[in-house]
């Protein structure tokens, strides 16, 4: 392999490059931000639990939805997304609609993105104190109105490293989108190879450019999450230490 083949090679098929660079991150970026919106909904919904004070209609419906999400989950966790794009883009431009390849790629990175987001904003759920869903319901707020202003901004701050992986993931795994001619970085790659007949230097040049996006998009999530860790609350925070508990006595 020759490292000036590869300077040449980048320097006059740029443009190609370029486009397929784009095209990446649109995907990725617009797939993990709609898949985390999925995950929030279905992440949410699976945590609530009905009180039991709840009408029996109302606990069996919450035991179907469970059930369904559960298969969502499973089946898109459990089987590769080149097959579920193919699987989802002829099924749907066969017998329903003939949809745009850019939106039948967003689609298909989006829901397999939210199973993943599900279990992700399930796991920052059931990491929040218990005592704060407590705290919450002793004011009179709803199970719905605890879980969205109590226990998923909280669950968002502890999932965060794991979200942002996601995105990761999805610059990497949009290559596999190319099996529905998207025009993304690998679709590119390969047209420049069969034109160059340069395989090794034209996918050695792919692999700077995902490692280059990979490594700004750690950088940038990074920054945030370090932003986010340092955001403090105005309103006082609770004491329960043994000191406070014991001058509290005193007072009394």
Request: proline share 3%; aromatic share 8%; with cysteine.
């Amino acid at each position: 392999m020759s490292l000036l083949k590869c300077f040449e090679i980048l320097k006059k098929y740029f443009p190609s490059f370029l486009l397929g660079i784009r095209t990446t991150l649109i995907v990725a970026i617009s797939g993990t931000l709609i898949g985390l919106l999925i995950g929030l909904l279905v992440g949410g919904v699976r945590a609530i639990r009905p009180d039991k004070t709840a009408r029996k209609s109302l606990r069996i419906c919450k035991k179907i939805i469970d059930i369904l999400i559960r298969i969502y989950v499973e089946v898109f966790r459990g089987t590769p997304m080149m097959v579920q794009a193919v699987f989802i883009y002829y099924l749907v431009y066969t017998n329903i609609v003939h949809w745009d390849k850019m939106v039948a790629a967003i689609f298909v990175i989006s829901i397999n993105t939210g199973a993943y987001m599900a279990e992700i904003v399930r796991s920052g759920i059931q990491a929040v104190d218990p005592g704060q869903n407590e705290a919450a319901r002793s004011l009179g707020m709803s199970s719905m109105q605890t879980m969205m202003d109590v226990i998923i901004p909280q669950a968002i701050k502890n999932a965060f490293p794991a979200i942002g992986n996601e995105l990761i993931v999805n610059i990497k795994d949009s290559s596999v989108l190319m099996i529905i001619s998207i025009t993304e970085l690998m679709f590119q790659s390969n047209s420049v190879a069969g034109t160059t007949y340069r395989f090794t230097e034209t996918y050695f040049v792919t692999a700077m450019i995902y490692l280059m996006l990979t490594s700004i998009s750690s950088v940038i999530l990074n920054a945030i999450e370090r932003k986010i860790s340092n955001t403090r609350t105005s309103l006082p925070q609770s004491d329960t230490s043994f000191s406070s508990i014991s001058i509290a006595k005193g007072d009394i």
